[in-house]
């Protein structure tokens, strides 16, 4: 009988485990249905160049009806709003409800506030095309603003969060702003940049002497780093630290963690701090008809520690669990899912980053990580059939 295959999130997780469904299962043998809370599918990775204004939306922002095209899979835009896990069915907010025989979630994660006060309220996340837009509106508003008021709170631009992204985006600031400045009339030194961090470090997942570099790259352009001092509480324009420091500032970006999506948590899975719990073939500990992909599960590493959410791990456990559907409604033997990490780099605006690559961890700086970061872009890219994005 054929099966209808739901899933649920259309990130990177979602969108490599509904075409590698494709690639194995005919539609004679499987009805699939992707149902995604916007009609794109988002480059998250390089929302920070969208939020800075370096790049456009529509480099960022894919029509998942183009990527899917010609694949026989239903799309469905829409929020998903509950899972009835035990009758195998799914409740849309519009009202709408669907029913499914295999269900994968992919719903990714969610900025994770840690209860700071005032924190959610008053500061920008970046988890999507719509927050770096929000963030690039604020920025060029903030400039315009300063030149007629002159307050130094409109002229300070504060990151919090000293991981990929907030390292990432204060870079793209560093490199954006003498540009959005001078076209408005301000002055550059005028402008204040920081980067707030709890830990000691930033860019934890690097050897030192690459955390070094990246500190020195971004000082030299203006970037002012507090580390080892977490934010306390955010209220109207000033952010508090535990040392005492309050900046004042009418920007605060909060990138400083993330936590499991709430509707997976609530679904009746089995979880571990929000994130669903999965057995080594990419299935729900507690329901093995349903197949988890990307950040919002848990992959425990031999080591005991889980894996820090990645893009790269999405598109690993998104391919891993397609697999595993296909194997699965075959007949076959499912796979143990290993992840294969290749490496991590992080930009640093426009032309300098740094990175390690491949298995024994080559460590790349300046421009060549730089184009190595955009050359991994351009690969994903093309394993989705999206270069397209990058000629409109
Ligand atoms: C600014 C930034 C930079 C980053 N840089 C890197 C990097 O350089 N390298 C790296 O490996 N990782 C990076 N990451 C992390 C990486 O982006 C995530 O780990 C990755 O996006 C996770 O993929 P996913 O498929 O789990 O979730 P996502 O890609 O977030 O996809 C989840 C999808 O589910 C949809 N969805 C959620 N809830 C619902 C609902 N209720 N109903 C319907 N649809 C829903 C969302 O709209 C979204 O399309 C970065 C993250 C950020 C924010």
């Given at each position: 009988m054929r099966k209808r295959i739901?899933?649920?999130?259309?990130?990177?997780?979602?969108?490599?485990c509904?075409?590698t469904v494709?690639?194995h299962l005919?539609?004679?043998q499987a009805?699939v249905?992707?149902?995604?809370?916007?009609?794109?599918?988002?480059?998250?990775?390089?929302?920070?160049?969208?939020?800075?204004?370096?790049?456009?939306?529509?480099?960022?922002?894919?029509?998942?009806?183009?990527?899917?095209?010609?694949?026989?899979?239903?799309?469905?835009?829409?929020?998903?709003?509950?899972?009835?896990?035990?009758?195998?069915?799914?409740?849309?907010?519009?009202?709408?409800?669907?029913?499914y025989d295999v269900l994968v979630?992919?719903?990714?994660?969610?900025?994770?506030?840690?209860?700071?006060?005032?924190?959610?309220?008053?500061?920008?996340?970046?988890?999507?095309?719509?927050?770096?837009?929000?963030?690039?509106?604020?920025?060029?508003?903030?400039?315009?603003?300063?030149?007629?008021?002159?307050?130094?709170?409109?002229?300070?631009?504060?990151?919090?969060?000293?991981?990929?992204?907030?390292?990432?985006?204060?870079?793209?600031?560093?490199?954006?702003?003498?540009?959005?400045?001078?076209?408005?009339?301000?002055?550059?030194?005028?402008?204040?940049?920081?980067?707030?961090?709890?830990?000691?470090?930033?860019?934890?997942?690097?050897?030192?002497?690459?955390?070094?570099?990246?500190?020195?790259?971004?000082?030299?352009?203006?970037?002012?780093?507090?580390?080892?001092?977490?934010?306390?509480?955010?209220?109207?324009?000033?952010?508090?630290?535990?040392?005492?420091?309050?900046?004042?500032?009418?920007?605060?970006?909060?990138?400083?963690?993330?936590?499991?999506?709430?509707?997976?948590?609530?679904?009746?899975?089995?979880?571990?701090?929000?994130?669903?719990?999965v057995n080594p073939f990419l299935q729900s500990?507690?329901h093995p008809s349903v197949f988890l992909a990307?950040?919002?599960?848990?992959?425990?590493?031999?080591?005991?520690?889980?894996?820090?959410?990645?893009?790269?791990?999405?598109?690993?456990?998104?391919?891993r669990a397609g697999e595993n559907i296909a194997a699965s409604i075959q007949g076959k033997r499912m796979k143990a899912f290993?992840?294969?990490?290749?490496?991590?780099?992080?930009?640093?605006?426009?032309?300098?980053?740094?990175?390690?690559?491949?298995?024994?961890?080559?460590?790349?700086?300046?421009?060549?990580?730089?184009?190595?970061?955009?050359?991994?872009?351009?690969?994903?890219?093309?394993?989705?059939?999206?270069?397209?994005?990058?000629?409109?």
């Open positions: 739901v899933i649920l999130g259309g990130g990177y997780g979602g969108l490599i509904a075409r494709r690639t005919s539609p004679q009805a249905t992707m149902i995604n809370r916007h009609p794109t599918h988002q480059i998250v990775t390089e929302l920070h160049r969208l939020a800075a204004g370096n790049v456009s939306q529509h480099a960022v922002s894919l029509p998942l009806e183009r990527l899917l095209k010609r694949k026989e899979i239903a799309l469905q835009i829409g929020t998903a709003s509950s899972i009835d896990i035990q009758g195998g069915g799914i409740r849309m907010d519009s009202g709408d409800s669907l029913e979630l992919a719903l990714g994660s969610e900025t994770n506030y840690f209860g700071i006060p005032g924190l959610q309220e008053n500061s920008f996340s970046l988890k999507s095309v719509a927050d770096a837009n929000r963030i690039h509106a604020h920025l060029v508003q903030q400039i315009r603003q300063f030149k007629l008021t002159g307050d130094r709170s409109d002229a300070t631009f504060v990151v919090g969060g000293g991981g990929l992204s907030g390292v990432e985006l204060i870079g793209e600031f560093a490199d954006e702003l003498p540009g959005i400045c001078r076209r408005h009339g301000v002055s550059f030194e005028d402008i204040r940049l920081y980067l707030i961090e709890a830990m000691p470090t930033i860019l934890p997942m690097l050897p030192p002497h690459l955390m070094q570099r990246a500190i020195s790259s971004l000082e030299a352009r203006g970037v002012r780093f507090i580390l080892g001092c977490p934010v306390i509480g955010m209220r109207d324009r000033a952010v508090s630290l535990k040392d005492g420091t309050v900046i004042q500032t009418g920007t605060f970006v909060w990138t400083g963690g993330v936590k499991g999506n709430p509707l997976v948590a609530g679904c009746g899975i089995e979880v571990e701090r929000g994130r669903a719990k500990a507690s990307g950040d919002c599960a848990v992959v425990m590493h031999y080591n005991g520690k889980p894996y820090p959410p990645s893009a790269q791990l999405a598109m690993q456990m998104g391919r290993h992840p294969q990490l290749t490496g991590t780099l992080a930009s640093l605006g426009r032309k300098d980053g740094v990175g390690t690559i491949g298995k024994r961890g080559i460590t790349l700086k300046g421009p060549a990580a730089s184009m190595m970061k955009k050359a991994s872009n351009v690969r994903y890219l093309s394993s989705i059939n999206g270069l397209f994005s990058l000629l409109q």
